[in-house]
Nanobody, 122 residues
Framework: QLQLVESGGGLVQAGDSLTLSCAAS????????MGWFRQAPGKERVFIAA????????YYERFVKGRFAASRDNANNILFLEMNRVKPEDTAVYYC???????????????WGQGTQVTVSS
């Protein structure tokens, strides 16, 4: 069974950059389309980015488009989310997830990591 572990979160200042990683084990990352989600305090978990299994297609929610970039290293079973020009409203727990197809639908994602906290100070 595919297991996902996020890392790279922390406390940063507004305008900084941060890269999250998602390491996969127990399976082959290239067999899955992947997504990034986040959950802010007191709010529902929301989709922010998807990347196809080959890495040739990406899709971003409007509030991160142009600032965040998803990428993957299938040879090493790692997924990345580069976060640039972060804002206080980006404060959330960030999750990676794996699906059988390229989608923004949260319910389509079968495997989830435990999340990593990102806090952006103003």
């Amino acid at each position: 069974q595919l297991q996902l572990v996020e890392s790279g979160g922390g406390l940063v200042q507004a305008g900084d950059s941060l890269t999250l990683s998602c390491a996969a084990s127990g399976g082959t990352l290239s067999n899955h389309d992947m997504g990034w989600f986040r959950q802010a305090p007191g709010k529902e978990r929301v989709f922010i980015a998807a990347i196809s299994r080959g890495g040739d297609a990406t899709y971003y929610e409007r509030f991160v488009k142009g600032r965040f970039a998803a990428s993957r290293d299938n040879a090493n079973n790692i997924l990345f989310l580069e976060m640039n020009r972060v804002k206080p409203e980006d404060t959330a727990v960030y999750y990676c997830a794996a699906a059988q197809y390229y989608t923004t639908r949260m319910l389509a994602y079968d495997y989830w990591g435990q999340g990593t906290q990102v806090t952006v100070s103003s």
